[in-house]
């Protein structure tokens, strides 16, 4: 077992998916929102079946690696907006040159910016193409790493992010990690009673995975509060895709019938999209 720093709001809670095992990962005890802190996620490999935890106190091999080149290309984009909002615009320039370099490194970027500057530029017959050239490189790239659905009142947010120094690409392993934040907008409790994924690697694989609550949980959720999550997902691809939905249940009244939640497909992609941070914007 390893272990991976990651920011996570307070009482976060980190599994691996249901797929892989019945057990939990490093449990905190739920909280509704909280102060960022720096946790500790124990991560157990897939063919395990116990969640127990590690107490190794060896540096993490994916310490000095954790992060990965989408979070660097995000990291570099972040950097030059600041800089350009400061006016130091030998220091923006001098990231700029160093975003196209990075850019033209991965072919996925590259098409992307090269998208981008068609449909600003109003050539549309080139945005056609470098939109076919993407799907044929990484089939899910137009697709974001993050959504964003509301059901009955109940938000669903999600991102992902591709975590290098777990994968093997050489062995055929990409390791992915996503966060789920769940918003009660409604006027009525609800409890999350069951989890359904659809995962999708590049190679158009499907797999359905059910499983009972999340992370080991069927937490409630009061009316104008959240609950936040962490998970997994190992995939044998550098891209692919996960959606699905969560089953709930209002608690306020007897008999009250199940319902789905959606979630809204995003992203499983080894470059990223260059985002890092949920929107709180309604």
């Given at each position: 077992m390893q272990s991976l720093s990651f920011n996570l709001n307070a009482g976060t809670k980190v599994s691996w998916p249901g797929r892989f095992n019945q057990g939990d990962g490093s449990k905190q005890q739920i909280h509704i929102r909280g102060n960022v802190k720096m946790f500790r996620i124990m991560a157990c490999a897939p063919e395990m079946n116990s969640g127990a935890e590690s107490q190794s106190s060896s540096p993490s091999r994916s310490e000095s690696s954790f992060l990965s080149r989408s979070q660097t290309y995000a990291l570099l984009k972040q950097q030059m907006e600041?800089?350009?909002?400061?006016?130091?615009?030998?220091?923006?320039?001098?990231l700029r040159d160093s975003l196209k370099i990075f850019e033209d490194e991965e072919p996925v970027l590259r098409l992307r910016r090269l998208l981008k500057e068609a449909i600003a530029e109003e050539r549309f017959e080139d945005a056609a193409r470098y939109r076919d050239e993407l799907k044929d490189v990484a089939p899910h790239s137009l697709l974001k790493c993050s959504s964003d659905a509301t059901t009955l009142g109940i938000r669903v947010q999600v991102r992902s992010v591709y975590i290098e120094g777990r994968s093997h690409p050489s062995k055929g392993l990409y390791f992915?990690?996503?966060?789920?934040?769940?918003?009660?907008?409604?006027?009525?409790?609800?409890?999350?009673?069951?989890?359904?994924?659809?995962?999708?690697?590049?190679n158009g694989k499907t797999e359905n995975v059910w499983g009972i609550g999340v992370i080991g949980e069927q937490p409630v959720i009061?009316?104008?509060?959240?609950?936040?999550?962490?998970?997994?997902?190992p995939l044998g691809t550098p891209s692919g895709r996960m959606e699905g939905d969560f089953?709930?249940?209002?608690?306020?009244?007897?008999?009250?019938?199940?319902?789905?939640?959606?979630?809204?497909p995003f992203s499983l992609?080894?470059?990223?999209d260059g985002g890092d941070t949920f929107s709180d914007g309604s």
């Amino acid at each position: 077992m390893q272990s991976l720093s990651f920011n996570l709001n307070a009482g976060t809670k980190v599994s691996w998916p249901g797929r892989f095992n019945q057990g939990d990962g490093s449990k905190q005890q739920i909280h509704i929102r909280g102060n960022v802190k720096m946790f500790r996620i124990m991560a157990c490999a897939p063919e395990m079946n116990s969640g127990a935890e590690s107490q190794s106190s060896s540096p993490s091999r994916s310490e000095s690696s954790f992060l990965s080149r989408s979070q660097t290309y995000a990291l570099l984009k972040q950097q030059m907006e600041v800089a350009t909002k400061s006016e130091d615009y030998k220091q923006a320039a001098r990231l700029r040159d160093s975003l196209k370099i990075f850019e033209d490194e991965e072919p996925v970027l590259r098409l992307r910016r090269l998208l981008k500057e068609a449909i600003a530029e109003e050539r549309f017959e080139d945005a056609a193409r470098y939109r076919d050239e993407l799907k044929d490189v990484a089939p899910h790239s137009l697709l974001k790493c993050s959504s964003d659905a509301t059901t009955l009142g109940i938000r669903v947010q999600v991102r992902s992010v591709y975590i290098e120094g777990r994968s093997h690409p050489s062995k055929g392993l990409y390791f992915f990690a996503y966060r789920i934040r769940i918003t009660n907008n409604s006027d009525r409790p609800v409890q999350l009673l069951r989890r359904h994924w659809i995962i999708t690697d590049a190679n158009g694989k499907t797999e359905n995975v059910w499983g009972i609550g999340v992370i080991g949980e069927q937490p409630v959720i009061l009316p104008n509060t959240g609950f936040e999550y962490s998970s997994a997902c190992p995939l044998g691809t550098p891209s692919g895709r996960m959606e699905g939905d969560f089953e709930m249940k209002h608690i306020d009244k007897v008999g009250s019938r199940s319902f789905n939640v959606a979630i809204a497909p995003f992203s499983l992609s080894k470059v990223g999209d260059g985002g890092d941070t949920f929107s709180d914007g309604s």
